[in-house]
């Protein structure tokens, strides 16, 4: 589909700058929505905000674009999803999100 802006007039041209506005803020929300959903709620977490040391914790909550993480030392942080890492301990298999550590039989 092609527009030709030149032939557009003011209005129609704030018209259509309105809706290309509303679908990328509608893309990103999605986008953000998508990368959430890769982490649940008791996940933990690791994390560098900008001059800060790397943070682990815990994910708390699902807010609209970030999920609340609670730190180590009791801090809550408001986090994009984009700039969480998953932490995998000994002896806990990487997809597995409980607290459960699982032991293997001899």
């Known amino acids: ?10 209005a ?8 290309i506005v509303a ?10 929505h998508t990368q959430m959903l ?3 709620v008791g996940d933990r ?15 708390t909550r699902y807010n609209r674009k970030t999920v609340t ?3 180590e030392n009791g801090q809550r942080w ?9 932490v995998v ?3 806990v298999a990487a997809t597995d999100s409980s607290n459960v550590v699982k032991f293997h039989k001899k």
């Open 1 to 10: 589909m092609n527009i030709d802006i030149d032939k557009l007039t003011e």
């Open 12 to 19: 129609e041209l704030i018209a259509l700058n309105h809706r």
């Open 23 to 32: 679908r990328l803020h509608f893309l990103a929300q999605m986008r953000a």
């Open 38 to 40: 890769e982490f649940r």
């Open 45 to 59: 977490i690791t994390f560098q905000p900008d001059g800060h040391p790397v943070l682990f914790g815990m994910v």
């Open 69 to 71: 993480v609670i730190t």
């Open 78 to 86: 408001n986090v994009s999803p984009v700039l969480l890492r998953k």
């Open 89 to 91: 301990e000994a002896g």
